[in-house]
C-alpha cells in the first residue's frame, strides 16, 4: 500500500517544519521514563515482599501486575524507535522490555508495522483488538488477556523450530526469518534458564514477583488496548478508525501517553512526549476524545456487544456477501 | 556563468541555504523521486521511496546520518543507504552529490531517472 494512496494523508494536518519540531527525540526524558518505570516495579516486588503471606498480598500483586503489564508502552514506544534519540540505547531498552513484558522484539515490530499500515481493515490488520461482532466472551477474554498465556507459548516455541504460522508469513519478509527464530531461541533460552534456577532453589519468585502478578495485572492496559481503537469505524480513516481518550497524570505516565492513540496513528515517528502537544494542535480534526478509560468501556460495551445468536448471524450474512470475517484473535499476542 | 560540477547528467536540487541541518527535501528527476540530505553540514542523496512500503523518506526523520521512514519507521544509513533492521532489509540506491556556488547538484543518469519511482 502506498502512504499518499491512504483515504486521509495524515501529514496534512501538521506541516513540515512541525514535524521535524515534534519528531525529535529525547534520551533523558526517555531515560527519566524507563528508570521510572523500572523503579515503580521495583516498589511492587518490594510491597509484594513486604505483605507476603497476608491478604495485601493480593492487593500489591495486582498493583505490581499493572505496572508490569503497561510495559507494553515502552515496549511499544521502542518498536517504533522513538522511546530514545540514540539508537542502540532504543534497542537494549526494548530487548530489556520485551523479555520482562514477553513480546517477541523483531516479530512484534513487523507486525505493528502492518497495524499501522491496515489500522482497523478486518483480515489484514494483525493487532485489531476485537473485530466485530464481538460477544461478551470475546470482550472478558481480551479483557483478562487469557488467551495470550496459551498462544504466545506455542508462537515462540514454533519460531524456536524455525517455523512461522501462515497467517504470519505474508508481513515477514523471509529474508528476515532467521532473526525472528533466534530471538525466540534466546528468549526461550533465558525464559528456562529462570525456571531451571527457581526449580533448583525451590523458589517461587518468578511466579510471585512476575507472572502470576502479570495475569492479575493484564485488565487494566488490555482496557486501553480496546479503547485505542474498538467501537472506531472499520475502515482506513485514522480521522475516524482510532480513538484518543483522556486520562490522568499517573495513568498517561504509565501508559507513556499512549491514551493519545489518534495523535499517535497520525505522526507514529514523534516520541510519545510529543503527543499532548499535537492533541492541542489538531485534536477538533480527530475523532473526539473519549472522556474517560469508564466512559469509553461503557459506550463499547453499550454499542458493540452482540449476543452469541446475533454474532453467528452477522457473520454468516458477511460470508454471504463475500466479506472478510477476522476471528483470528492474534492480537491476543501482543 | 554558474559553475556546475565537471561531467554530465547532474540536476541542480536546490540553494544549500535553504538546508537546516538533519533537513531532508524531495527532488524529482525522470520518474525518479530523489532525498536530498543535510548531516552535519555534508549533502547526500538517496532514492526517496522506502524500500519496504510505499512511503517519502522526505517526509521522514533524519538523526544524526540516519533517515526514519514516516509509515513504519524502517531506518537507513544516508551515506551508503543500507537498510539498518526491521522493518526494512533492503537498502536504498544512493546518488553523487556535489555543491558548487552554494548550489546543490545530484547525479542522476536518464536511465536511473526513467527506471526510478516516485
Known amino acids: 500500500m502506498k502512504r499518499q494512496e491512504m483515504v486521509f ?13 515534534l519528531t525529535r527525540r529525547s534520551d533523558a526524558i526517555g531515560l527519566t521514563y524507563l528508570v521510572g518505570h523500572f523503579l515503580a516495579i521495583g516498589a511492587g516486588a518490594l510491597a509484594i515482599y513486604l505483605t507476603y503471606g497476608t491478604f495485601w498480598m493480593v492487593l500489591a500483586m495486582w498493583a505490581h501486575g499493572t505496572v508490569l503489564a503497561c510495559l507494553f508502552a515502552p515496549m511499544h514506544e521502542c518498536s517504533h524507535g522513538t522511546a530514545f534519540r540514540t539508537r542502540w540505547l532504543n534497542e537494549t531498552a526494548y530487548w530489556l522490555v520485551s523479555v520482562v513484558y514477553i513480546s517477541q522484539p ?34 472478558f477474554e481480551q479483557l483478562l488477556g487469557w488467551r495470550f498465556w496459551t498462544t504466545f507459548p506455542v508462537v515462540i516455541t514454533k519460531h524456536a523450530l524455525g517455523r512461522m504460522r501462515p497467517q504470519d508469513s505474508w508481513y515477514v519478509p523471509k529474508a528476515d526469518l532467521p532473526r525472528i527464530y533466534l530471538e525466540a531461541r534466546i528468549m526461550l533460552a533465558i525464559y528456562g534458564l529462570i525456571a531451571a534456577t527457581a526449580i533448583y532453589f525451590g523458589s517461587w519468585a518468578p511466579l510471585v514477583y512476575w507472572i502470576l502478578p502479570r495475569m492479575m495485572g493484564e485488565p487494566l492496559q488490555r482496557a486501553w488496548r480496546i479503547a485505542e481503537h474498538k467501537g472506531c469505524e472499520e475502515g482506513p480513516d485514522v480521522r475516524t478508525n482510532t480513538r484518543s481518550t483522556h486520562a490522568s497524570f499517573l495513568m498517561r505516565a504509565l501508559c507513556w501517553n ?46 458493540s456487544i452482540v449476543s452469541r445468536e446475533e454474532a453467528a448471524r452477522i457473520i454468516d450474512e458477511r460470508k454471504k456477501n463475500n466479506e472478510v470475517v477476522d476471528k483470528s484473535w492474534l492480537c491476543r499476542l501482543d | 556563468m554558474t559553475n556546475v560540477p565537471a561531467g554530465e547528467h547532474w540536476h541542480l536540487a536546490g540553494k544549500a541555504s535553504d538546508f537546516e541541518d538533519e533537513d531532508v527535501e524531495q527532488m524529482i528527476v525522470g520518474n525518479l523521486a530523489v532525498a536530498i540530505y543535510r548531516v552535519e553540514g555534508a549533502f547526500y542523496a538517496t532514492q526517496d521511496v522506502c524500500t519496504h512500503e510505499h ?5 521522514g526523520v533524519v538523526v544524526d546520518c540516519v533517515v526514519e521512514c514516516p509509515f513504519h519507521q524502517g531506518r537507513f544509513d544516508i551515506k551508503s543507504g543500507k537498510a539498518l533492521g526491521a522493518p526494512v532489509i533492503h537498502a536504498l540506491k544512493t546518488f553523487p552529490v556535489e ?14 531517472a526513467a527506471e526510478g519511482s516516485s
Open chain 1, 9 to 21: 494523508d495524515p501529514f496534512q494536518l501538521i506541516d513540515k517544519k512541525e514535524r521535524k519540531r
Open chain 2, 55 to 59: 512511503a517519502y523518506l522526505s517526509d
Open chain 1, 106 to 139: 523483531t516479530w512484534y515490530r513487523y507486525r505493528h508495522a502492518v497495524h499501522h499500515t491496515y489500522t482497523q481493515i478486518q483480515g489484514k490488520d494483525p493487532a485489531m483488538v476485537l473485530p466485530g461482532p464481538t460477544t461478551w466472551q470475546h470482550y
Open chain 1, 258 to 303: 499512549m491514551p493519545y492513540h489518534s495523535e499517535h496513528h497520525v505522526l507514529p515517528q514523534a516520541p510519545f512526549f510529543a503527543l499532548p502537544e499535537i492533541n492541542r494542535m489538531i485534536a477538533s480534526e480527530l475523532k473526539p476524545m473519549g472522556a474517560s478509560l469508564l466512559a469509553v468501556d461503557r459506550e463499547v460495551r453499550r454499542g
Open chain 2, 99 to 112: 555543491v558548487v556556488d552554494g548550489r546543490i547538484y545530484v547525479r542522476v543518469t536518464p536511465e536511473e
